[in-house]
């Protein structure tokens, strides 16, 4: 067994050694490399040895050192005063008040009052693991993350279609001949390795296909093939007589469903209502143009789909990701080269299935997670079984979720809430304790966004800076936790820590004897590994630890993933093989690789078979014959898409104003029609009112945005306690939003739609 080859990195201080690390600003996570002066990123540049960025980065990644140096970073816990203002405790003080006040919820009115929310951002999953532990000390049950305001609806979507909501696709770009991107800019947004290198070799190669729909002329439609600027929120129409090109002119692949997939015949019974001249003037998309864009999907050797938040945070959310998918599944692009593939996975983001429903509305629960427009009604109610506190790690949602005021009404009206993070966010304001976390370049880390085939990709982070003095990882919080919570004592991990100091082998061995001795213990796995393996991985590198147990369920699934790999052994030694490669490939490793039929062995339907047909959203898909988009009331006649990527944007993981080196731009962007019948040129101030709030700010005059439709960027309107002069820092998007408008299914958030009026101030 090796020891660590890092051990004695943690402390590098050598300002010419380049670090190996990550970018943590998008869930692509490229691989970086950095140099440091004393607690400073001096320069970033991509990491050629990253097998899935291979050098790329955008420009982003260059300016990280606002993050690790952000504005209002923590130092010290603080406790809440009476009058709301903050006091710095200790961390013995501090974890003894927050198990304590979390054990009296729990004691007086049960631990699943006790609600989690995040546990990971963009770039750190670690945290969500390690909770894990704490939430079965005092036996909480719900949860959620930002995924429930996103991805659930399609996550369900993929259940149905391919037997469990674990079958999640992976688009293939890289080899595609045809790339479609519905509500997606990856210009901007990434969500796949080398977007803009992969995205140009499409565009400027006449053999590829690149096609876009999107209501905005993004970076990505100037270049695209086939623009479909479709009407904001119309996307169902125009997706529903795409399907009905396919079926009713002969371009679906017959013998290919034949052989593949189950229903056919009640699908083209159900897209029999669609008019397809009606319907693509409802979607405000010429019909040729529409039937060129089918014609060149179906007549490619392969296409690839990535829908994202264009429709998924729109009306008709998961609708519209089933229409979406059974564009490539109706042309055989499932389970090929350069189409869609089940893809493994590490790690986890989402726990559990869609069992049960939130306490006090009765919501579905999917992937685990309780729709996050639902939070608030699930405290602010006297229900004998609302939420009375709540954990809240590495998230802001008081400023990501749906409307901010009624998040922070219902914080307010906890019993008890502690906030885990960096930096005095907006939710950490709203707190009774804050902890502070050591950033992600001061511990191990890693992301679980590992959604690639046919090879996938994971990276563990080593540290490169001590932790900022006063902060611990959530490794240790959650431990101190658990060990003042009672969880497990000294006896409990004398023999895995006795097994540890033997070796791997030894410590696998007592691992799985020990967990079936005390079952009790497995409840604690990654606080017990950090404990008792940690030690032995060198001082410093306790939190890898984590990683050789999520090793080890890896190989347990899919064995033949990790050897096409490279991996070697079997058994225990095939997963402690695969965990050494993790522990010591600095620049992020391949953990599997599959062939293109792997797909089908993924499936989970129990013929292996695609389910073509969508009870639940079948009723839905008929109404929209006898509805149009283009019926609105008169109140609010533009329709605005709250929270765009742009060069500039990274959630809210960045707090500097100064890290944009131009002016912000943080405007609101307007057609020049629009902006000419208003009176105003660019830069000139409007009046922006939704039915939840308003607000004043300047507009961008823009051709790219069609008349009726204006932008806001996402992650603006921070407020920093430490800056002085908080002008200019743009429009906090979700005091905008309302907590209503959302999918009747999933319950995901219409953040792209949402009704506005203007004037001019
Ligand atoms: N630069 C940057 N990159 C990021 C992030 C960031 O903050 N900044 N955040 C990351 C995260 S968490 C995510 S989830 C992804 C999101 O990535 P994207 O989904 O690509 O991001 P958005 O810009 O919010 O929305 C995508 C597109 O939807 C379009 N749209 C609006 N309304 C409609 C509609 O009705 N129909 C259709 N078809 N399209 C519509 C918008 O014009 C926009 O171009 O980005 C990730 N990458
Ligand atoms: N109106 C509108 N709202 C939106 C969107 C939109 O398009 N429009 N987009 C939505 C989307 S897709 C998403 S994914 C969400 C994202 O919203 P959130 O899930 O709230 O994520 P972030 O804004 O990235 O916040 C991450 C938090 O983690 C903290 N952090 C960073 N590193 C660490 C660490 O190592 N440890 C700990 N403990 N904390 C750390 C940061 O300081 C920050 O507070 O926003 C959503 N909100
Ligand atoms: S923001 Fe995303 S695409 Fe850009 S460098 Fe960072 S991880 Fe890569
Ligand atoms: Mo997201």
Redesign the pocket.
């Known amino acids: 067994m090796s020891h660590s080859s890092f051990a004695n990195r943690t402390n590098a201080k050598d300002t010419s050694e380049w670090h190996q690390t990550a970018c943590?600003l998008c869930s692509i996570n490229c691989g970086v490399e950095i140099k440091i002066d004393d607690r400073r990123i001096t320069r970033v540049r991509g990491d050629k040895a990253h097998p899935g960025s291979r050098g790329y980065t955008c420009e982003k990644a260059l300016r990280l050192d606002h993050?690790q140096n952000?504005k209002d970073r923590l130092s010290a816990p603080l406790r809440r005063r009476t009058d709301g203002t903050y006091e710095e405790i200790d961390w013995d003080t501090a974890i003894r008040e927050v198990a304590a006040g979390l054990a009296k919820v729990r004691d007086e009115h049960g631990g699943e009052k006790i609600f989690y929310y995040?546990g990971g951002?963009?770039?750190?999953h670690l945290?969500g693991g390690f909770s894990g532990a704490t939430r079965k000390a005092l036996g909480m049950r719900y949860q959620s993350?930002?995924l429930a305001?996103?991805k659930t609806g399609e996550f369900w979507v993929d259940g149905q279609l391919y037997g469990a909501m674990s079958c999640h696709t992976s688009p293939d770009f890289h080899h595609t001949d045809c790339a479609v991107f519905v509500g997606k800019n990856p210009w901007h947004s990434h969500g796949f390795p080398r977007a803009r290198v992969t995205l140009k070799e499409i565009s400027n190669d006449p053999g590829r296909h690149l096609i876009v729909i999107d209501p905005r002329r993004t970076e990505t439609a100037d270049l695209a093939d086939i623009h479909l600027q479709v009407r904001p929120g119309a996307d169902a129409w125009l997706l529903g007589a795409m399907l009905k090109i396919l079926v009713g002119e002969g371009l679906a692949d017959r013998k290919w469903l034949a052989r593949h997939a189950n229903r056919f015949d009640d699908l083209t019974e159900m897209l029999s209502i669609v008019d397809i001249e009606q319907w693509c003037e409802k979607a405000g998309v010429p019909s040729a143009e529409v039937r060129h864009a089918t014609t060149t999907i179906a007549n490619a050797k392969s296409c690839a789909i990535f829908e994202d938040?264009g429709i998924q945070?729109a009306p008709h959310s998961t609708l519209n990701s089933w229409l979406e998918k059974l564009i490539y599944i109706l042309t055989g692009n499932f389970g090929n080269k350069g189409g869609m593939n089940l893809h493994t996975r590490m790690g986890k983001l989402a726990g559990g299935g869609s069992r049960g429903q939130s306490p006090v509305g009765g919501h579905r629960i999917l992937g685990g997670l309780i729709a996050c427009n639902h939070i608030p009604g699930e405290i602010l109610t006297d229900h004998p079984d609302r939420f009375r506190a709540m954990i809240v790690?590495?998230?802001?949602?008081i400023?990501?979720?749906?409307d901010s005021q009624r998040m922070r009404e219902a914080f307010g009206a906890l019993d008890f809430v502690v906030v885990?993070?960096?930096?005095m966010?907006e939710?950490a304001r709203e707190a009774d304790y804050v902890l502070p976390?050591?950033?992600?370049y001061e511990?191990w880390?890693a992301t679980f966004f590992t959604t690639e085939f046919p090879d996938n990709y994971f990276h563990l982070r080593q540290p490169i800076f001590e932790p900022l003095e006063g902060t611990l990882t959530?490794a240790e919080i959650h431990r101190r936790l658990c060990r003042e919570l009672g969880a497990y004592d000294d006896e409990d991990l004398e023999p895995l820590k006795a097994a540890a100091a033997q070796g791997r082998e030894a410590y696998g061995e007592a691992f799985f004897a020990t967990l079936a001795d005390n079952p009790e213990l497995g409840k604690y796995t990654p606080v017990v590994l950090y404990e008792t393996l940690g030690p032995a991985l060198g001082e410093g590198n306790e939190v890898a630890a984590v990683m050789w147990g999520l090793s080890q369920i890896f190989v347990s699934q899919d064995p033949e993933a990790a050897r096409r790999a490279g991996i070697e052994g079997e058994g225990l030694a095939l997963g402690d093989a695969l965990f050494e490669k993790i522990f010591t490939s600095s620049s992020g490793m391949v953990f599997s690789t599959d062939p293109y039929e792997q797909t089908w062995e993924r499936m989970r339907t129990p013929d292996h078979k695609i389910n073509l047909m969508i009870e639940e959203l079948q009723e839905e898909f008929i109404s929209l014959a006898t509805t149009d988009p283009r019926d609105q009331t008169d109140d609010y006649p533009f329709v605005l898409s709250?929270?765009?990527?742009r060069s500039y944007t990274?959630?809210?993981?960045i707090?500097d104003p100064q890290w944009r080196r131009k002016k912000p731009g943080t405007g609101l962007r307007i057609n020049p029609e629009d902006a000419e019948s208003l009176g105003l040129d660019d830069g000139g101030k409007v009046r922006l009112t939704t039915k939840r709030g308003e607000t004043v700010t300047e507009i961008e005059i823009s051709s790219t945005l069609q008349p009726g439709h204006v932008s806001l960027p996402?992650?603006q309107g921070l407020t920093y306690p430490s800056v002085a002069d908080d002008t200019d820092l743009g429009i906090s998007?979700?005091e905008l939003?309302s907590e209503e408008d959302r999918d009747w299914f999933a319950g995901t958030?219409w953040?792209?739609h949402v009704r506005a009026r203007l004037e001019k101030v």
């Open positions: 943590m993050y952000g995040g951002a963009q770039g750190n945290p993350n930002a305001q996103e938040l945070m790690e590495s998230s802001n949602p400023h990501s979720l749906a885990i993070d960096v930096a966010t939710t976390a050591c950033s992600q511990k880390e959530e709250a929270g765009e990527r990274a959630n809210t993981a707090r996402n992650g998007p979700n939003t958030p953040h792209k």
